[in-house]
């Protein structure tokens, strides 16, 4: 029987922390330096850890840095939700505005291509596009060819024989600038609102008299109030038509047309009534010296002028194109632009649109759906040479 060493069965195994070697000896070696049999170096030994031991360290090890980078996962998840429900916000405000953009476009198509100007729509309109943060003058920035179609429509509607009421001069004024009609259509329509308003202050008696008049000898007192080219009307027994060039004037207190041939002078005290026929001012006097015909570039402003001038010479005359009978109301308007297409009835132009009595106001022809009709310009002027 071999001798056992002392202390046998209470030896351990012991490894050199600097090369690694085993080493089986008592349990005293670690708790104190001794020389290593390897490397010779005087080590401090470390008890040798058995596979179980160093895979449960390693299971520990791995389970904090898993319960580490699961806490961290849980950071990172959350960070990334938030910011994903911030965008998934941001989209879908997004969205939502670029919808709701879409909306108001339209509106504002179907506005332009089918509404006459109406205060009412054109607010609520603005009170939307302000409470998307939008604005009315970009939106419609596209829409060339349903602006072309509403500035057609309204310029025909400021162009009547009954001029037009303020309130709706500073409506068309309104489009003007939300819709940039002027910028993208050219200046017309801002000289009929000017012109409208000229006419309306000649109406209620604000006139400044002329200073630069040139033809005419003006007496003392005597203020000229409209000097234009004009062409006076001679219908022959044969039922032919002369025009005779020149000039007419208004003042306060005669009307005077200066011309080669036919030179025409005739008190206000003489003149009975004024009136628009056909596009030509129809001066009514007392007697037939004193009644004449005149075709003038604009025959609406000229007769406005002979009554403003009449009324200041303190006589109430019947003035057939007054705005109380012989202006078109706007739902007449409405109903006739859609009854004919928004064009021409003669010669189907959309351009230079008027609204034309069928049968003149003053021959009786009402301001009715049947009676008024659309003429372009051009046609209107044919007609008034016809009749």
Request: glycine share 8%; hydrophobic share 35%.
């Amino acid at each position: 029987m071999t001798d056992r060493p002392p202390d046998a069965d209470n030896r351990i195994r012991a490894v050199c922390p600097s090369c690694r070697v085993v080493v089986l000896a008592v349990p005293a070696i670690l708790t104190q330096r001794a020389q290593c049999p390897g490397c010779q170096k005087v080590v401090q030994f470390q008890r040798e850890r058995s596979e179980g031991e160093e895979l449960l360290d390693a299971t520990k090890v791995a389970g904090r840095a898993a319960k580490a980078t699961a806490g961290e996962l849980s950071k990172a998840s959350q960070a990334i939700g938030k910011a994903g429900a911030v965008g998934i916000g941001k989209l879908s405000s997004g969205l939502k505005k670029h919808v709701n953009r879409g909306k108001l476009k339209k509106a504002l198509a179907h506005h332009l291509e089918t509404d006459f100007p109406n205060a009412e729509t054109l607010t609520g309109l603005e009170a939307q596009a302000c409470a998307l943060g939008l604005s009315i003058t970009e939106l419609s920035a596209t829409l060339k060819k349903q602006r072309a179609v509403f500035l057609q429509r309204m310029t025909a509607a400021l162009q009547t024989a009954g001029g037009c009421a303020q309130h709706h001069l500073d409506l068309a004024t309104r489009y003007v600038q939300l819709f940039d009609l002027e910028g993208q259509f050219g200046g017309e329509l801002r000289s009929i609102i000017d012109r409208q308003t000229t006419l309306e202050r000649i109406k209620s008696g604000e006139v400044d008299a002329i200073t630069n008049v040139t033809g005419l000898i003006v007496r003392s007192t005597e203020l000229v109030w409209l000097q234009t080219a004009a062409d006076m009307v001679e219908v022959k027994r044969t039922g032919d038509v002369d025009l005779h060039a020149g000039t007419l004037y208004v003042t306060n207190v005669r009307l005077v047309f200066t011309s080669k041939n036919t030179p025409y002078e005739s008190q206000l005290s003489n003149i009975n009534a004024v009136d628009i026929e056909s596009g030509k001012v129809v001066v009514m006097g007392k007697n037939q010296s004193s009644t004449a015909m005149r075709r003038v570039s604009d025959p609406v402003m000229a007769a406005a002028s002979i009554e403003h001038a009449l009324r200041s010479h303190h006589r109430q005359v019947d003035v057939g194109f007054e705005q109380s009978s012989r202006s078109i109301p706007q739902d007449v308007k409405q109903a006739v632009w859609q009854r004919d297409g928004g064009q021409c009835v003669e010669c189907g132009a959309t351009d230079y649109l008027e609204y034309d009595h069928v049968v003149p106001f003053s021959k009786g022809g009402a301001s009715t759906i049947n009676n008024v009709q659309l003429l372009c310009r051009r046609c209107n002027l044919q007609k008034s040479d016809r009749i």
